[in-house]
């Protein structure tokens, strides 16, 4: 299947996958009135650190630590994709506790957890992380 | 082939799954004293805080055992196993055939003896779905609840009551709480913040007798109680399988494929042993992403699959009132720990590994911590400077990140 892979060497730092995402993520057909002004909680993470930076999301692991992990059953693997169900996730964070890439995070109250899902319904195909990233740093693919 | 799972918890569904992944055909039946769906037995505390349902609690979709040609036996209890003519014999009379049979039996709640307990009407365990509804249908504002037991099960309980009755105080013979998962400083943090929501505890403390709704204390303190809840300790369930020969230690003993001393029978979850690999000792690993992952492998491998489970540790997600704690691994080795307001950081390392840690407060991207116990992680492959400050995966080296982000295969 398709996923997520990064190349850190194209990486700019810009940032613009984090807004992607959390626009993709909002709801909102808006960018602005989606971003401005408030904190972002995207499911994508840059990390960096002297002239070094990547993006970090969900691997959409073949066998999933989290899925087998879960301890309510809100996350279940969907043809390869990983999601949560945020009707029954109670934010015990056991995903968080054996996620190898601490790509799960808490939602924006904390009291259900976050991740990417690959966000593909678009007219694009693909998600709005890699739609977005000026430098194809992040790109969807089969490998 | 007919598999035969005795229990219907998370080694269960392991099982199932880890079967299913190999023979698609193959006869399964699960058999379980408790009349339920699959639930998540964690979850009965959130059931009564009322931030989940008896439907959302479903551990698998309402559909789980057809999608999977299970056939569920549930509401009826095994009285014993012949393994030589290799059949399970229920209480009401009924005979099961079985080729490979699991046993995911789980734990039971263990109540030390204690002078007068005879006498107190209301008394509960906590680990059941059936435990948490007569509980509940208890609980009235004006309760006075006496927790014994300030474990993950005792203090998740008082988490989940606090808010609907009027007192809840907690005792525990050791002197302080969570001291399976927590260290002294960590322990006295989140007892604080339990404390402050209201919770009274006394530590170092037992019950030295009960009279009727009075527990007179070993230090002399008498406390009045509504409703008494034991969550002293649990016992891991292995009376079936020591019946039939199976070598039992606290656990029944498994290997590194979850099978018993026994052809053919394996047994994984809270009834069992894991090699706990942070010690290197057999132990019982009571928590459910264990239960799933033994159960899984004993499913693979009773189906003629290749499945090992040699990653096991102790290892806990949990939070109390929003304080989060997530701690992994064992803490015997050399210590770093920081300490900002609530936020608390202990790391344990020893023969260039990570062993264990404790995060309470900022627990965000534990994971990476795990997987360096998990996978034995020589810490002078990585910078651990670096990922002490925080867990991120530019600790590792380029090379390393290529695999883990960007698709490369590994070079190992």
Redesign the interface.
Known sequence: MK?I????KWCLGCHLCEYYCAFANSGSDDMVKALKDIRIHPRIRI???QG?S???SC?HCAEP?CV??C???ALRADNGVIAVDK??C?????????????A???GVD??VVQKCELCTNNAFGEPACVQGCPNRAIVF?E? | MNYVIIGNSAAAVGCIEGIRSVDPDGAITVISKEPYHVYSRPLISYLIYGKTDEQRMKYRPDSFYEDNGVKAMLGVAVEKVDYTKRRVLLENGEQVPFDKLLFATGSAPFVPPMAGLDEVKKKFSFMKLDDAKVLQSELNPESRVLILGAGLIGLKCAEGILRKVKKVTVVDLAPRILPSILDEEGSEIVRKHIEEQGVQFYLANSVAQFHKNTACLKDGTELEFDLLVLAVGVRPETKLAAGIGCKVNRGILTDAHCATNLPDVYAAGDCSESLDITVNQQRVLALLPNAYMQGETAGITMAGGEKSYNKAIPMNAVGFFGLHIVTAGSYDGEAYVVKEGSNYKKMVSKDNLLKGYILIGDVARAGIYTSLIRERTPLDSIDYELIKEKPQLMAFTAAERAVKLGGARNEN
């Not at chain 1, 892979?5 to 850190?8: A, D, G, I, K, P």
């Not at chain 1, 109670?90 to 601490?102: A, E, R, S």
């Open positions: 996923r892979y990064v190349n850190e990390e960096e650190k070094i990547f993006a970090v691997r630590l087998k992990s301890i309510t059953g009707n029954k109670v934010g015990c964070y056991t995903c968080i506790m054996i996620c190898p890439y601490g799960i995070m808490p904390g009291s693919e490998r």
